[in-house]
């Protein structure tokens, strides 16, 4: 029997998609909630039974493996960022700029709003930075240090730092995956920001209020006494000092101009070493060399703080690197068999009301976190999927270009499995499940927005359209 090319592949029929789909969803959903396994495991098992399928189907390997590389290649530039991420992160430690935003902190947080003070700084530096992993990595690590000294729930904390930064990358023009899905839907970015207000603010808002009425109160004695220790702890092993504030400035200067993110790293990875050297003459390059690889360990005889700061390195991001490499190889495989894309566009033509089209668009962004566990595929294949029936139904690019944040990028956060979930448990020490009930804005945003869909508030309409006139939008949206 002749193979077949990629040109001929066997066409895929819903029901076959739509079974792949939901074994690779049990595969995946039992392995981590049920057995507690790491993600790598069982995407690495789904893997091996998609490429089973394919070759039953009769690919060949040339086929395989064009999908593969297809789906890595895409990656490459995030790979690369986690790990200088890594090297960020232990560096900034032995120059004393993290310990040094704990123990500001310390002093400008009040300990009875601290939750809802993380919140807030997390999604006003974030939006100034235009990247999640950053804040994350870097004040969200101070931040989560101080939460757990005075005592507050370790998952609360990650879920506010997790909830601010992923507002912030939302509704930053420097963001790549709010650049993302404004170029795939086609909208104007600054327009598409504009837009996002609709479902982001009241999320933003609900989310505040959540954080006071949870995250208040910890200014008891108790708390105070481990601040003080913490603080002591600080000053007496590391280099405290407001000179730590020139990195923040240098990050804030290179998001303002508008530097790619590899050569921001780049610079303040090499800023925090001429700093290290300045401040400990006496540090060698091998120990620097060994602390980027391995990451920092601290010793200052004090178990939380230890717990907290020995963190980093390129090796510790080698986890995350793995599934990434492994979500975007799976991810690759099913649109080089167009798997998701069968079972998306019938789906997206059946749809009857606007706000079933709204919520379809919005399930099947969240359906592609959970199935393959990539943000940018989840705003890719939705909104390849639903374009041209938002525009048949009067609905502006604006409309799905603001759905595809809301069930696409903020979601990932929440999939144990997802990119940006394992980045931020591995980062901050806490499972994916354990800060997913307190991460309310990536919770509540896809809410606000189906809510939109159905009511028509905030909904922009192309402006030939309207309820009435269906006529109207469809040659609207073929351009006549």
Known sequence: ????????????????????????????????????????????????????????????????????????????????????????????????????????????ISAKWFVPSVFLVCAIVGTSIGSAFTIISTIGIALFGMGTTMGFNPALVAGAIISGAIFGDKTSPLSDSTNLASAIAESELFAHIKNLMWSTIPAFIVSLILYFFMGTGASNANALSKINSTVATLNANFSITWWAALPIIVMFVCAW?????????????????????????????????????????????????????????????????SLIILTLTLGGLLMKFDVIQTAMVPLAKRLKSTGALVTAAILSGIGVNVFVGEQYLSVILPGKAFKQTFNQRGLDNLALSRVLEDGGTVINYLVPWGVAAVFAANTLGVSTLAYLPFCFFSLLSPVFSILSGFTGVGLKRLPSSDDSSATAATMAADGR
């Open 257 to 321: 101009r508008k530097i790619p993110a590899i050569e921001t790293l780049l610079l303040n990875v090499g800023l925090g070493i001429v700093m290290l050297f300045i401040e400990k003459p006496s540090t060698s390059v091998s120990s620097i060399a060994t602390m980027i690889e391995s990451g920092f360990v601290s010793k200052t005889g004090n178990t939380s703080v230890d717990a907290l700061l020995t963190r980093g390195g390129i090796s510790a991001m080698m986890a995350t690197v």
């Open 1 to 108: 029997m002749q193979e077949h090319t990629p040109s001929e592949k066997k066409p895929i029929k819903f029901g076959e998609a739509m079974t792949i789909l939901l074994v690779m969803l049990l595969i995946m959903g039992l392995g981590v909630i049920k057995f507690g396994l790491s993600p790598t495991t069982p995407v690495l098992l789904v893997i091996a039974l998609v490429i089973l399928w394919a070759k039953v189907r009769g690919a060949d390997w040339d086929t395989i493996h064009s999908g593969i590389i297809d789906g890595i290649k895409t990656g490459i530039i995030p790979i690369f960022i986690f790990l200088l991420i890594g090297a960020l992160i232990s560096v900034w430690i032995a120059a004393g700029i993290i310990p040094s935003m704990m123990v500001f902190g310390f002093h400008l």
